[in-house]
């Protein structure tokens, strides 16, 4: 059989009579040819684009053998970590190795080292020394300028000085990576390419910079302050849209970090022509023996419908990679990998996702964006959704809908995140319908993250009483449906702004509406995000306060267990926080109580049902039974020794009663 697969060694490129290669593609991953993948894409657009390309994939990177493999390219290297930052892809937030690479054959871990990008940069420097390199995909893009590293807990410098590379190429890249490429081709030393938009640089002086451009504190000063490191997160920050948008410098002694204002988006031809380019759409066939790739069983049946995202979480790196513009692919485009989705042999007649990063947002926030760009002090979605935002979820419905109706298609599911709060903007309750008519596989898993206001103000999530209004609604409609059908809300502990009383009104709320999440995610501090400055720094450098940060493992812990509180093994943790905000209160028998007194240990933690039951529906309790003797209603609150450091509510605040606190909610 044909192997339309690009060329992963030498006889590979004798089958296609090629001599020399124009680009070789080093990456931490294993080589599968999906546009799930980044790799996969920027190779395919190169061959679009009359390139040869090689790909080597997963090198050892203890001698230069594999690197020198497909030989000498004549334009130069591209080098990528795969689809995940390396350390992310290690470690988990506890900063303990994983058990699975889901991006290595058969889920084997160590197949590429930590910091893949600046360790790939330094073997192809060895084995030749002069080549052009290129840097690029999410590791190089979030690393991109000075950076707060959680692994090593310093400030690295931006890895484009750490690699080597003579070119750092940040975002989606499918624009500017062509016009690097045609650059090479025509010539140019790679150290002079410097007016593609897209792309880092350094330079010698600031002579050389042409373009108005906002100057960064220096690396060694943000090292120094953390002051300074906020207010250098915040100047990037701003300037990250590519219509407003300003070059942007960063001193490094006596040289300098130049950052082009980020790439347009793609209009809707250009993607769907990305997406139309001759993928295998599996990988390659070496890993068949050895367990194959687990990461394309999460892609293989489903569909991209779009990229960016305006939701602008704190703790998201979508943002700076992405961008906020929404692109989506037409149609017809989506229509046409469904059918050919229908023709592969495995197919089950489920489609699992269309979707992106947000799946309900299709179209741009708003008119202004398309010609000039997100607001740079306003949010599309927080606090509120700006009054010029468009909310229209017609497109996305008539999209479901002909997707549905193929044949060979029995159905049709939404399981990327669709935002709540921009459905709860909309006037038409259409959407939502159809979504749990059609599209819910028996749950819909959601983002609210927290309940408490002040952390929600920080993670730039919807505060208020959207998240419970969006969930009587959802299930009013599966009972008018005639359906029973739940949410999965996804909920984050220890992030920045939270301290052990907002851990402890999640736990209230979660005991409220009767639900034990069986997973909780830590708050994990990578690289470009507006939650890891803050985790870093102790200073939101939208406002440049101080911000409470839970760092101790201790601390982390309890929060994490409250969310969890149910659970026998996290019974001390739950008991040492609630004693240390002084929450006795909820150490007891009644029915607001969160767990039991220590002397009866031997209880079981699962509601009773004569006294616990709940509506699924509103989440209200039968609370006609009174409260037990040792449920202190009237308590006297006072500050445990540590508790002043953690919150700044008041005596009469952590008084208040569990029905006003919902209200508030």
């Known amino acids: 059989m044909e192997n339309k697969f690009l060329p992963i060694c030498k006889q590979d490129m004798i089958d296609r009579g090629w001599e020399q290669l124009d680009f070789v593609l080093v990456t931490g991953d294993a080589y599968v040819d999906h546009h799930s993948f980044g790799t996969a894409i920027i190779s395919r657009v190169l061959e679009n684009a009359g390139y040869k390309v090689g790909i080597i994939a997963q090198p050892n990177w203890k001698s230069t053998e594999d690197f020198m493999k497909l030989g000498r390219p004549r334009l130069g290297f591209l080098v990528n970590s795969g689809n995940m930052d390396s350390m992310v892809n290690h470690y988990s937030v506890s900063k303990k190795q994983r058990e ?9 871990m160590g197949c590429r080292p930590d910091r893949a990008v600046i360790v790939y940069c330094n073997k192809i420097r060895e084995a030749y020394k002069d080549i052009p390199v290129i840097i690029g995909g999410i590791e190089a893009s979030l690393r991109r300028f000075a950076h707060y590293d959680y692994w090593a807990n310093k400030v690295r410098k931006s ?27 025509n010539g140019f030393d790679p150290k002079y390419i410097r007016h593609i938009n897209g792309t880092c640089y350094m330079v010698d002086s600031l002579e050389e910079v042409y373009d108005d451009y906002v100057i960064l504190p220096s690396y060694k000063e943000i090292c120094e302050d953390k002051i300074k490191y906020a207010q250098s997160f915040k100047l990037q920050y701003d300037e990250q849209d590519p219509y407003r948008g300003k070059v942007i410098v960063e001193p490094y002694g006596d040289k300098y970090l130049v950052q082009n204002k980020p ?14 380019l001759p993928y295998q759409k599996t990988y390659h066939p070496i890993y068949k023996e050895m367990g194959g790739i687990p990461a394309i069983e999460e892609v293989k049946f489903s569909i991209v419908s779009s990229r960016g995202c305006f939701g602008s979480c704190s703790f998201c790196a979508i943002t700076f990679h992405q961008g906020r513009a929404v692109q989506s692919r037409s149609h017809e485009s989506i229509v046409d990998e469904a059918k050919y989705i229908t023709t592969l042999p495995d197919f089950k007649g489920y489609i699992h996702d269309v979707g992106g990063p947000t799946a309900n947002f299709r179209q741009e926030a708003c008119k202004k964006q398309i010609t000039k760009g997100a607001c740079k002090h306003r949010q599309c979605l927080h606090p509120d959704p700006c009054k010029n935002l468009t909310v229209d979820h017609t497109d996305f419905i008539n999209l479901l809908r002909k997707v549905r109706s193929l044949p060979g298609i029995k159905k049709v599911f939404v399981r990327s995140g669709i935002r709540y709060d921009y459905v709860m903007a909309d006037k038409d309750n259409k959407f939502l319908k159809e979504l749990i008519k059609h599209h819910v596989s028996g749950q ?3 983002a609210p993250e927290h309940v408490a206001s002040e952390v929600l103000e920080y993670m730039q999530k919807p505060a208020g009483n959207t998240y419970d209004r969006f969930r009587q609604k959802f299930f009013a409609i599966n ?44 708050f994990y501090p990578t690289p470009g995000t507006l939650s890891t400055t803050m985790f870093y720094t102790g200073i939101d450098p939208l406002t440049m306060k101080e911000v409470y940060i839970p760092k101790t493992k201790h601390e982390k812990a309890m929060q994490r267990a409250l969310l969890q509180y149910r659970a026998p093994r996290n019974y001390e943790l739950v008991h040492a926080a609630l004693m240390e905000a002084d929450r006795e209160d ?17 209880y079981s933690h699962k509601p009773n049902s004569s006294n616990r039951k709940m509506n699924n529906k509103n989440g209200k309790r039968d609370n006609s039974h009174k409260n037990s003797k040792n449920n202190k209603s009237d308590r006297n609150s006072k500050n445990s020794k540590n508790n002043e450091k953690r919150s700044n509510k008041s005596k009469d605040n952590r008084n208040t009663n569990n029905s006003s606190r919902r209200k508030k909610r």
Do not use: F, W
Not at 100 to 108: A, E, H, N, T, V
Not at 164 to 173: F, P
């Open 586 to 602: 909820l150490i007891g028998y009644g029915p607001k109580c969160l767990i039991k007194p220590r002397e009866s240990r031997g």
């Open 263 to 276: 790439e347009k988006p793609l209009n809707r031809e250009e993607l769907d022509a990305v997406y139309a």
């Open 479 to 522: 009972e008018q449906l005639g359906m029973k059908q739940y949410l999965i809300p996804y909920l984050m502990s220890s992030h920045p702004g939270s301290d052990l009383n907002s851990a402890i009104e999640l736990a209230e709320y979660l005991r409220d509406t009767n639900y034990q999440p069986e997973q909780v995610q830590d």
């Open 444 to 446: 819909l898993k959601v």
């Open 159 to 185: 890895i484009l000085v750490d690699s080597g590379a003579d070119l750092l190429v940040y975002g989606m890249s499918e624009k500017q990576i062509v016009e690097v490429a045609d650059a090479l081709n």
């Open 100 to 108: 699975k690479d889901l991006y290595s054959p058969g889920g084997k």
